[in-house]
């Protein structure tokens, strides 16, 4: 038995590095049109465990899980998937404290993410059409555009719905997914890319990361499932089901992504950075409060911005943007972290003075060489960006993949009847990933073939 595909968006941070991971502070968290998409798929089988299979033809992964009815996973796997893995593992908690293992069901769920999620240096074949390549692992990066938390949600939330019949609310896949990344990640983060997911735009609040810690500590608990509703009805001051503020209608707008195929090393910049604000709390005190404040100001900015277009409103953005970017190199310097990198300032100050049209510019998230970020009017071609950056100095060298996308409206939906890219996937369910060995090398090789499997 089918059930409707499962599909979320992608994130950025765009205001809110570092603040972001306080209980006091927030994030400007916009969705990029680079989508996740899962095919659930189950049978009923004859056997003492439930059969639990995520397909990836993608990234060539096949990664079956055995489930008992209380919900023990047994990974049977020779390499492992710690997104995937978390996600099956938390789902199993929940529904088999339940009691719902007992159905017998034999689940094969096919995982397939936008290219856009990535960087692709050699691209080996298309799955049947352009949107979704097959490519080695190691040909590729990651854009930072949130392909592990859309991992996350979509395993988890379809293994929820195929055992708990499809009612599954907000509350429990956001709390249950968040729970999940932490496992994965081994750190209770932020969670703005799980909520960016699941709600899509929005000002984010940080959830109380004590709850999260509850729960990891009792997965194996009998009642593991009346511990997440407790949990969910005891958190008075904070709302599982629904984002601090959600933020819609997002039109004439766009996000255009700048890779700089550099990269830097996030953790020991966000340790740094957050060793920094605890020694120094007047510091972290203000630098958040001046942080929310622009938050807030950029929200309903955007809000403007895609209703009428004001040129006023737009010049506010543009210098909200000035005001930001100095707040984030100041902490870089402070925490001798490349926050903002002062190339990269440069160049994104360059870019707005050349074209009024883009609106804010930023180095995203957690900052450094990676990649920037623009929100920009949906009429600047690409064309007269590209014509900015090659007039900048010192980019000669520098290997630069730019990706525009529309900002979605929608975060965790189940992808309407009508969307044409349903036959697509449905064409790619009925592909096999079959590995061969090849004797003749002294290691063993695998290839990936794709064969249709007969009705």
Not at 421 to 435: A, E, G, K, M, R
Request: some cysteine; charged content about 25%; overall charge neutral.
């Amino acid at each position: 038995m089918k059930k409707g595909i499962l599909t979320c968006p992608g994130k950025v941070l765009l205001l809110g590095g570092y603040s972001v991971v306080s209980p006091a502070g927030k994030g400007l968290v916009l969705s990029p049109s680079a989508f996740g998409y899962i095919l659930p798929n189950q049978t009923k089988i004859q056997s003492d465990q439930n059969r639990l299979r995520i397909r990836s033809p993608q990234l060539g992964l096949s990664l079956n899980y055995e489930s008992s009815s209380t919900g023990q996973i047994k990974d049977l796997n020779k390499t492992a998937n710690p997104f995937v893995e978390s996600a099956i593992s938390i789902a199993a908690a929940y529904i088999g404290a339940k009691g719902l293992f007992q159905n017998r069901i034999q689940v094969d769920n096919l995982l397939l993410l936008d290219d856009s999620f990535y960087t692709l240096q050699k691209t080996i074949a298309l799955l049947h059409n352009t949107r979704f390549s097959y490519f080695e692992p190691e040909e590729i990066r990651k854009t930072g555009l949130g392909s592990s938390s859309s991992v996350i949600l979509l395993t988890l939330s379809s293994i929820l719905r195929q055992f708990l019949n499809e009612s599954v609310s907000d509350k429990l896949i956001h709390i249950l997914a968040q729970t999940a990344n932490s496992k994965a990640q081994k750190k209770v983060g932020s969670g703005f890319d799980i909520s960016a997911c699941l709600f899509g735009n929005q000002i984010y609040k940080r959830f109380p990361s004590n709850a999260v810690d509850f729960l990891l500590q009792n997965l194996n608990a009998p009642d593991f499932d009346k511990l997440v509703d407790e949990v969910i009805s005891n958190q008075k001051d904070y709302e599982w089901g629904a984002p601090e503020r959600k933020i819609t209608g997002l039109k004439g707008l766009k996000l255009i992504f700048l890779d700089f195929s550099v990269g830097s090393n996030s953790r020991i910049m966000a340790s740094k950075v957050m060793q920094y604000l605890s020694k120094n709390q007047s510091y972290a005190s203000d630098f958040i409060d001046r942080a929310n404040k622009a938050v807030e100001e950029a929200a309903s900015l955007l809000d403007s911005l895609s209703d009428q277009k004001s040129e006023n409103d737009g010049k506010r953005m543009q210098a909200l943007n000035d005001e930001y970017i100095e707040l984030m190199y100041k902490l870089g310097i402070d925490c001798d972290v490349h926050v903002q990198p002062r190339r990269i300032k440069e160049l994104l100050a360059s870019i707005r003075k050349k074209d009024e049209r883009v609106y804010f510019a930023i180095s995203p998230g957690a900052g450094g060489y990676d990649a920037a970020c623009l929100l920009a009017d949906s009429s600047l071609p690409l064309e007269t960006l590209e014509s900015i950056i090659r007039d900048f100095p010192g980019l000669a060298d520098t290997r630069l993949t730019i990706k525009s996308f529309s900002i979605s409206d929608h975060g965790l939906r189940v992808l309407p009847e009508t969307d044409p890219l349903i036959s697509d996937i449905d064409v790619i369910h009925n592909l096999s990933l079959i590995h061969i060995s090849e004797p003749t090398r002294q290691a063993e090789i695998s290839y990936a073939v794709f064969c249709l499997k007969k009705k």
